[in-house]
């Protein structure tokens, strides 16, 4: 059974802090990892990553994947308080459906950050 | 541009009422999924579908019921609702899987607070 382990679950921290965020994961021929933003509502697409030691950014938003060691960071920096929310991770395994169109996706239970003025 | 809508927003139903959570995308993709998410578990597959007249069941499929009769529609039916049914649900959609190895961005609605009394 495919897993995706994120750390830590919450983490509170003072607005201009650095965090970094992680995920490791144990899935059947893995083939990419996605990471989310959830404020309120929907998750909305942050990164995803399908090589190792390729760093994708967006602005202060970074991420990394490491195929070897089966894991990624997300690295906030210099953050702020619209960056409090719940950053998920999931991560694409086999192919369940032999039409080949089953996404495989498997998610974490996700890492409450919240940031204090 | 709609993306992906869900209906209703909110709901509050007895045990044993019956309802449909309604899912539409304009964007011509293939694959649609319902997932469910409570505190601490994350997001979990109800049921997915690759194209119109294909679903399959995902991780937590028992008490609901799917159909893809239009590549736009993809309805979710709680037949009789139960407490453990109280949930935040998300229909999803993406591109077809086989489009690209690593898999395409999947896009969220902005979900539906269910709860049943």
């Known amino acids: 059974e495919d897993k995706v382990v994120q750390s830590p679950l919450s983490l509170v921290v003072h607005e201009g802090d650095t965090v970094t965020l992680n995920c490791s994961y144990e899935?059947?021929?893995?083939?990419?990892l996605l990471w989310y933003k959830q404020e309120k509502k929907a998750p909305t697409f942050l990164f995803m990553l399908t090589s190792s030691g390729i760093e994708k950014k967006s602005g202060r938003l970074s991420s990394i994947l490491d195929k070897k060691e089966l894991f990624s960071i997300l690295n906030i920096t210099a953050t702020q308080t619209g960056d409090s929310a719940v950053y998920l991770c999931a991560v694409r395994g086999s192919y369940m459906y032999s039409g080949g169109g089953a996404d495989g996706l498997t998610f974490g239970k996700g890492t409450h950050l919240i940031i204090q003025p | 541009n709609a993306g992906v809508t869900q209906t209703p927003k909110f709901q509050v139903l007895k045990t044993g009422q019956s309802m449909t959570l309604q899912c539409a995308q304009d964007m011509n993709h293939e694959y649609m999924s319902w997932y469910r998410q409570d505190p601490g578990m994350g997001l979990r597959l109800i049921h997915y579908s690759v194209g119109a007249g294909i679903t399959d069941q995902g991780e937590v499929p028992n008490g609901y019921n799917v159909s893809r009769s239009t590549t736009e529609d993809f309805p979710l039916r709680l037949l009789s609702a139960a407490p453990s049914q109280t949930s935040v649900y998300f229909c999803?959609?993406?591109?077809?899987?086989?489009?690209?190895?690593?898999?395409?961005?999947?896009?969220f609605g902005e979900g539906s607070w269910l709860t049943v009394v």
């Open positions: 999803a959609s993406s591109y077809r899987v086989g489009l690209s190895p690593s898999g395409n961005t999947i896009y």
């Open positions: 899935v059947t021929n893995f083939r990419s």
